[in-house]
């Protein structure tokens, strides 16, 4: 049995009269990867922050490797890392000098900190930034920079803010593969992002928020299957446009959610192999000179826009 590295325990965070984060729990063990995603305002953020323990909680607890994060603190920050969507950072420093300093107050051997500096410069492809000084670095480079610093300590436990934010394609691909290999190595790790693509490539878990609630919660492919969900999205290939595909296509009993682009269509129908091979016949008996036709395997986009929250911050 996996150990269990956090655990939030009906977590509720309040700012006068707002409700911030509603009676959220969950758990995560070695090697588990949840995703939050929400619209702005949904709690992520403040979720992330309460569990680093750097917000006080109304109600409920947070626990990491046992010990509660407010009463036991001392205990549970080591354990820690966290990066913001806004890294508060010591522009007049060096990378080197940030990190070093971050090094000695977590009581780091010296010879250590040298070589998890260079270690996760490397990592993080801020090498040849090393001695450069922060305020001379981009927006994405900062971003990594806060990653760096809260993986510096080696922590169990990684909560990081939107840490995509401002990289480039290429730097999307190298930070999925290390969130991977971290994943890999048994941490736990939280993350937000409004990346949907990028979280079903590495996350175990996700959790879809609204007004400081999971709306969804699950496994990445539970999730975007949709628990008790009937009905599955179809894409079919005409092998020539005709004018009114859509009209012939709307009345057929059944289909839903209808895109028509040219040659391709794109729907909603019973998630029915039986009843698949009868729409298809129907669509052929409409006149549709259909080329191709295929169930479209389910993804965090839809799950999403099926949670029927709006907008992705």
């Not at 984060?21 to 922050?49: H, W």
């Not at 990190?99 to 900190?113: E, H, N, P, Q, V």
Request: glycine fraction near 8%.
């Amino acid at each position: 049995m996996r150990e269990t590295l956090l655990e939030a325990r009906h977590l509720r965070v309040e700012f006068g009269d707002l409700v911030a984060v509603d009676d959220l729990s969950f758990e995560l063990a070695a090697g588990d990867l949840i995703g939050l995603v929400g619209p702005n305002g949904a709690g992520k953020t403040t979720t992330l922050r309460a569990l680093a323990g750097l917000l006080p909680t109304t109600a409920g607890t947070v626990r990491i490797l046992g010990y509660d994060v407010l009463a036991e603190g001392r205990d549970a920050m080591p354990n820690i890392g966290f990066a913001s969507d806004t890294p508060p950072l010591y522009e007049k420093l060096t990378v080197e000098e940030y990190l070093t300093f971050i090094g000695k107050a977590y009581r780091l051997d010296a010879a250590d900190i040298d070589d998890r500096i260079g270690f996760w410069l490397d990592q993080l492809w801020l090498a040849e930034r090393r001695h450069a000084r922060i305020r001379t670095l981009s927006r994405g480079m900062k971003q990594r920079l806060a990653v760096a610093r809260a993986l510096l300590p080696n922590p169990h436990v990684i909560l990081l803010d939107e840490p995509a934010a401002g990289l480039d394609p290429g730097g999307r691909v190298a930070f999925r593969r290390l969130l991977s290999n971290l994943r890999d190595q048994g941490k736990a790790i939280v993350i937000s992002s409004h990346i949907l693509a990028d979280l079903g490539e590495y996350c175990t878990h996700i959790g879809i928020m609204s007004h400081g609630r999971f709306i969804e919660y699950g496994t990445v492919r539970d999730v975007a299957a949709g628990k008790g969900n009937h009905r599955c999205r179809y894409r079919i290939t005409l092998a020539a446009v005709l004018s009114d595909a859509a009209a012939r296509l709307a009345a057929i009993d059944g289909i839903d959610a209808l895109q028509v682009d040219r040659e391709e269509v794109f729907f909603e129908f019973r998630d029915d192999r039986a009843e698949a091979a009868a729409l298809l016949q129907r669509l052929i008996a409409a006149g549709l000179p259909v080329a191709s036709f295929s169930p479209m395997a389910p993804g965090l986009e839809e799950a999403y826009l099926r949670s029927g929250v709006r907008q992705v911050d």
